[in-house]
């Protein structure tokens, strides 16, 4: 599963020959999670990756390819060993327009909440479970830059599917996910081919942008497997002994519009991020925004240290709590940069929700060791979340009193040690 293909290991043992730029990275990680011994029964994991980079130009500068490889191998769960080309792709710039083809990320977006536009490229949510990470997705993109502004337009043939924890990873859901039996509503599944486009402009110090996607939802609907647990004898009340019980993932067909704006005013930075979206056949059109501000102090203290103070208010009229945990939440946070040799950054939050009384405490920091090393640590902790829901509640359609109860035992701290070449 981790075995890169033949042509792309040959590629890479003539890069020095062919006089293109090489480059990487490689980490161990360590995870330990606060509530101890579970379902999987471990507190602790470790893994690693590596994450190359081979860059070419030519043409004066006009064209550029690059690839980006990556593999992981994690102590516990299958799912999380895994590879991707994360990009694959040729740049192409003429006058007045370029293009992308091949595998691409591309990402939309301006708060640090959630990023609701981000529709392009599918989450990798094995990897983190913030959502940063995203998987390669093929596209064919033309941009074109004018004084009415930037256009983008994408063609995305060929889908991806989220990736989720396995029966042994942590942290993951109180059932898990069978990304085996994926279903879609569109008759062309994952050979489907979804659109894009995307409009930016500058006004001053207004940066506005709007989008239109359409094709396969890249947030999948997880519905439980009824047709095995009734074949299993299963009528309502308890599961069977012995049934397995999963969530199956079931990709709509949607449309998305976003909107994007940021307002620079001398240290503050008002962000907005808005989505509608239809199409999903089991629920109503829906509508999502997070908006807020990041002010920022320069020289704290007469020091050479920024200190960032943001926040933002997230919503949404998704009212099931099983598929919106952040339906009328708040965001506070700060962003520490030491603006030093090495490096050194503190990112931390708090996401509140004033009627649940729900709390998601985020810390992410770094810091450089010499040209080479990095330091990264990390942690997630859900407050008052209550228990998560049973295997019997979810098949009963018992939703949880709290949105992140599902999560209330995935309190994990992570400490990551990189290598760059």
């Avoid at 980079?53 to 690059?66: A, K, S, Y």
């Avoid at 989450?123 to 997705?137: F, H, R, S, Y």
């Avoid at 002010?295 to 997230?314: A, H, K, N």
Wanted: hydrophobic content about 40%; glycine content about 10%.
């Amino acid at each position: 599963m981790l075995r890169l293909p033949a042509a792309c290991l040959l590629l890479l043992a003539s890069a020095s020959a062919l006089g293109w730029e090489w480059r990487g990275e490689t980490g161990l990680e360590g995870r330990y999670f606060t509530e101890g011994p579970g379902n999987p029964d471990y507190w602790h994991n470790g893994s690693a990756y590596v994450r190359g980079e081979l860059l070419h130009e030519w043409n004066d500068r006009r064209d550029l390819f690059t690839f980006v490889p990556f593999a992981r191998i994690d102590e516990n769960d299958s799912q999380r060993s895994h590879a991707d080309i994360r990009e694959l792709i040729w740049l192409h710039v003429a006058d007045g327009w370029e293009s992308r083809v091949g595998i691409g990320k591309v990402f939309w977006g301006v708060t640090e909440g959630r990023h609701l536009v981000d529709i392009i490229n599918q989450t990798d949510a094995v990897e983190q479970p913030d959502g940063e990470d995203k998987l390669g997705q093929p596209m064919i993109n033309v941009s074109t830059v004018r004084d009415w502004g930037t256009l983008d337009l994408y063609v995305l043939p060929g889908f991806r599917e989220r990736t989720f924890a396995g029966p042994d990873g942590r942290p993951g859901l109180p059932v898990p996910v069978d990304t085996d039996a994926a279903s879609y509503a569109s008759r062309a599944e994952q050979y489907r081919v979804d659109a894009a486009i995307r409009w930016q402009q500058m006004f001053g110090s207004l940066q506005l942008a709007l989008s239109h996607f359409s094709g396969n939802g890249r947030e999948p609907l997880l519905t439980p497997n009824f047709d095995d647990a009734f074949a299993a004898g299963w009528v309502g009340g308890p599961l069977p002994p012995g049934f397995k019980p999963r969530l199956d993932p079931f990709y709509p067909v949607i449309e998305q519009s976003g909107l994007e704006a940021q307002y620079l005013l001398g240290g503050w930075l008002f962000k907005l991020e808005a989505i509608a979206r239809s199409g999903n056949r089991f629920e109503r059109r829906m509508h999502a925004a997070d908006a807020g501000f990041e002010y920022t102090q320069v020289g704290l203290f007469g020091s050479d240290m920024d200190l960032g103070w943001i926040v933002e208010y997230l919503w949404e009229d998704r009212a099931d709590n099983f598929v919106s945990p952040f339906a009328s939440d708040w965001l506070l946070g700060n962003r520490l940069t030491l603006n030093d040799i090495a490096g050194t950054e503190l990112l931390w939050g708090l996401i509140w929700d004033p009627q649940t009384e729900e709390r998601v405490y985020s810390l992410e920091s770094s810091r450089r060791f010499g040209d080479r090393w990095r330091a990264t640590l990390e942690a997630s902790i859900y407050s008052r979340a209550g228990d998560p829901p049973t295997a019997d509640e979810i098949f009963n359609g018992v939703a949880p009193d709290k949105p992140l109860a599902a999560f209330s035992r995935e309190d994990m701290i992570q400490l990551e040690l990189i290598y760059f070449f």
